[in-house]
């Protein structure tokens, strides 16, 4: 079992940039794979990025390729999204989740383990 705190979240003007960071206790992220979500007021979850458990393959959402970046580093247990060229469509409660699997999946239904959110507001 895993706990996971977001954080990094705030106000940014469109053209900007934020870091988002997920902590994990318990049990080591090497034994997951690790995805962010997102979810706007009165629209779907979609997946925004995933990260495999040895970090050598990647997801991105199509309006998040080329603009955002996920990164692990499992010795500090510790998941990373870097959010560049943010726009107001970006603007959501971003969430990470932990998959006890050994494929990267884009199906939120896999994951079993989720953070409480940090809010992402993109003002123009």
């Known amino acids: 079992q895993v706990q996971l705190v977001e954080s990094g979240g705030g106000l940014v003007q469109a053209g900007g940039s934020l870091r988002l960071s997920c902590a994990a206790s318990g049990r080591p992220t090497n034994n997951y794979i690790m995805g962010w979500f997102r979810q706007a007021p009165g629209k779907e979850r979609e997946v925004v990025a995933v990260?495999?458990?040895?970090?050598?393959?990647?997801y991105y959402g199509d309006s998040m390729k080329g603009r955002f970046t996920i990164s692990r580093d499992n010795s500090k247990n510790t998941v990373y999204l870097q959010m560049n060229n943010l726009i107001p469509e970006d603007t959501a409660v971003y969430y990470c989740?932990?998959?006890?699997?050994?494929?990267?999946?884009?199906?939120?239904?896999?994951?079993?383990?989720w953070g409480q959110g940090t809010q992402v507001t993109v003002s123009s």
């Open positions: 989740a932990a998959a006890p699997r050994l494929v990267v999946t884009t199906d939120a239904r896999d994951y079993d383990y």
């Open positions: 990260l495999s458990r040895t970090g050598g393959r990647t």
